[in-house]
């Protein structure tokens, strides 16, 4: 039974080109939660998805930032025209519903570099 | 809205010293509380929990924590620090099932913790 599964594991990317980032959740889990680490810094929630909803996108910068959680496949954060603050590592994490007695299940997350 | 303090974002002990990473939550109701381990490079692995019941959990590794509401405290313990404990600790909350709204965790900054021989 695969964990919640994140990639890539590092990406680089140049100023001004576009990051995607990829989380498939656990088996049977319906909701997805990206968190953003900064360097040093604790994490940042994000977004919150269910299939095919944005339920909560109030810590998602309002520009450059989108994200999606389509009926089949993977969610997608997509990070355009990147610039060197957005270098950090972005961790997804999945659930099995709104229930909050799990603590969520984190994958190894994609450490972004941007150069 | 709830919110997560850890005090100390850097603790050092030595190898067989007991452990104690601070954690103090604000929240409008009790919430479920967690602790985190993140290793270099790494993801995050939970640590121990707290939803409702005994006050004092237990965790894996050796590692335990209170629930302390008067003090609205949940600091992590380990009677004997190893080597392989150095890492990063993360305390977060979340609020209650039916508290309202949905639930999202909330992190503290978390501590780093160096173990020296």
């Known amino acids: 039974n695969a964990g919640v599964m994140q990639n890539p594991r590092h990406l680089v990317r140049r100023r001004g080109q576009e990051a995607r980032l990829r989380c498939s959740p656990m088996k049977g889990h319906s909701h997805v939660y990206w968190y953003r680490q900064l360097p040093e810094e604790g994490l940042k929630f994000m977004v919150y998805l269910q299939k095919e909803n944005i339920i909560d996108e109030s810590g998602m910068p309002k520009e450059r930032f989108s994200a999606e959680f389509p009926k089949e496949g993977p969610s997608i954060l997509r990070i355009q025209q990147v610039v060197r603050g957005d270098s950090a590592a972005y961790f997804c994490a999945s659930s099995p519903g709104q229930i909050s007695n799990y603590g969520y299940t984190f994958g190894s997350g994609t450490r972004l570099t941007v150069v | 809205a709830q919110s997560v303090t850890q005090l100390g974002s850097h603790v050092s002990v030595s190898e067989g010293a007991l452990v104690l990473l601070r954690c103090n939550y604000s929240s409008s109701v009790p919430p479920y509380l967690f602790w985190y381990v993140q290793y270099p490079n790494q993801g995050l692995q939970l640590l121990l929990k707290y939803t409702t019941g005994a006050t004092l959990v237990k965790g894996i590794n050796g590692f335990e924590a209170e629930f302390k509401k008067s003090e609205t405290s949940f600091h992590l313990t380990k009677p004997s620090a190893h080597m392989s404990d150095a890492a990063e600790y993360f305390c977060?909350?979340?609020?209650?099932?039916?508290?309202?709204?949905?639930?999202?965790?909330?992190f503290g900054a978390g501590t780093r913790l160096a173990v020296h021989p």
């Open positions: 977060a909350v979340i609020l209650p099932p039916f508290s309202g709204g949905y639930n999202k965790l909330i």
